[in-house]
């Protein structure tokens, strides 16, 4: 499950750039929308969801190990967190005398591309961060509004600016500030341009005077590689301090990001660790999030970043330790509740540092579905080091 800002200020309070955020592709696409021209949309969709869901959604559960056999069950099998998207990727034009999010072609926005004025995703993304005084969102705008200062006016009449993270205090440089920090100074919203005039004359982030990125698309599948996308720096210039890897097709499809989103998502994360200097990815970019697991990546990319152990989960915020399996119990059962109508977990444990756990649980069809998974902690079965404590 994804990372929660409650857990992290619970454990090791770290700098915004020592953290891992789910992001979604392309955030407005989503599937079955209508378009406010009223015209019927020829473009293909990124998303299940609209933003709200994306940024409140229950993060997905993780059963890595049966996840190839989850695809189906994917909308049932969610965890309660409330551990949503946190990066947001929105493409905004200039169309009807407005700004618009459209998933267009050729710099240009057409009714049939375009999905609503960008001023209603921004309402929702305002009522959420009003709601949830310790969570931090970014943007990441695909920017074709050529109308001189439209987009800062977009943003001044959302009510955002209460939130907004000064570009003047951003570090091109360096780390940045602690996430405490910036949820106290109520610096809970980033945003980040395409172009790079804007810095200047609106004062929005040129993304790539920040970040790193490597190439969007196929292109950007390989695991064995992670090159930067055109505009981007290399993925190991150290000077840009954060790091955001795409995974997802150039062409969309549910069922295909379904598989993508399990292991080879890792496989890429893990990749684009050793050639992005070390470093792990601070935003993880894919489309139809909700399908495989994608937060399970997120998870490793905050545990190695967070405690030094292969997933989050496997991070120790009480003195008290418990064995893998117990921990996994324990996860479970609490999990069952809300998830299941009915529903029982049990496990047992083969050696300390190995766990078996079946999962029971009746859905909405009235049939008795039975999970039973082997893992493995990757992280070694002891209390953390004094260099780990999160205490």
Request: charged share 15%; net charge negative; glycine share 6%.
């Amino acid at each position: 499950m994804g990372i929660g800002i409650g857990n992290v200020l619970q454990g090791r309070d770290l700098p915004f750039n020592e953290y891992s955020w789910l992001t979604t592709h392309n955030s407005f696409s989503r599937q079955g929308a209508i378009s406010a021209t009223g015209a019927r949309l020829l473009t293909f969709p990124n998303q299940q969801d609209n933003i709200t869901s994306q940024l409140n959604v229950c993060s997905m559960l993780s059963l890595s190990h049966a996840r190839a056999r989850a695809c189906f069950f994917a909308p049932l099998l969610a965890s309660y967190s409330a551990n949503g998207a946190r990066g947001l990727m929105l493409d905004m034009y200039d169309y009807q005398n407005d700004v618009w999010l459209c998933h267009s072609f050729g710099g240009h926005c057409y009714n049939f591309t375009a999905f609503q004025p960008a001023a209603n995703v921004l309402r929702e993304i305002l009522v959420f961060l009003e709601a949830h005084p310790s969570e931090v969102v970014t943007i990441f705008i695909e920017d074709y509004v050529r109308s001189p200062n439209a987009l800062s006016r977009v943003f001044n009449a959302s009510g955002l600016m209460e939130y907004w993270y000064p570009m003047n205090q951003m570090p091109r440089n360096g780390s940045w500030p602690l996430l405490s920090t910036m949820i106290k100074h109520n610096h809970r919203l980033l945003v980040f341009t395409s172009v790079k005039s804007k810095e200047a004359s609106e004062g929005i982030a040129f993304e790539w005077n920040y970040v790193v990125e490597n190439k969007y698309g196929d292109e950007g599948m390989n695991s064995t590689s992670c090159p930067n996308r055109a505009e981007s720096s290399p993925m190991n210039t150290t000077s840009k301090s954060l790091v955001l890897m795409n995974y997802f097709q150039t062409t969309p499809i549910s069922y295909v990001a379904c598989t993508n989103n399990l292991s080879p998502l890792v496989n890429m994360l893990r990749a684009c660790h050793q050639f992005s200097a070390k470093r792990w990815a601070n935003f993880v970019a894919v489309d139809f999030y909700l399908l495989g697991d994608a937060s399970e990546a997120v998870n490793v990319a905050n545990g190695h970043m967070v405690c030094g152990c292969d997933n989050v989960a496997y991070c120790r915020h009480e003195q008290q330790y418990r064995t893998p399996w117990q921990d996994a119990k324990h996860q479970y059962s609490q999990l069952c509740e809300p998830l299941c109508l009915t529903g029982k977990v049990s496990a047992n444990s083969p050696s300390d540092n190995a766990f078996i756990i079946t999962l029971t649980f009746r859905n909405t069809d009235d049939i008795e579905h039975e999970w039973g998974f082997a893992s493995q902690r990757n992280c070694k079965h002891n209390p953390p080091s004094a260099s780990q404590s999160l205490h």
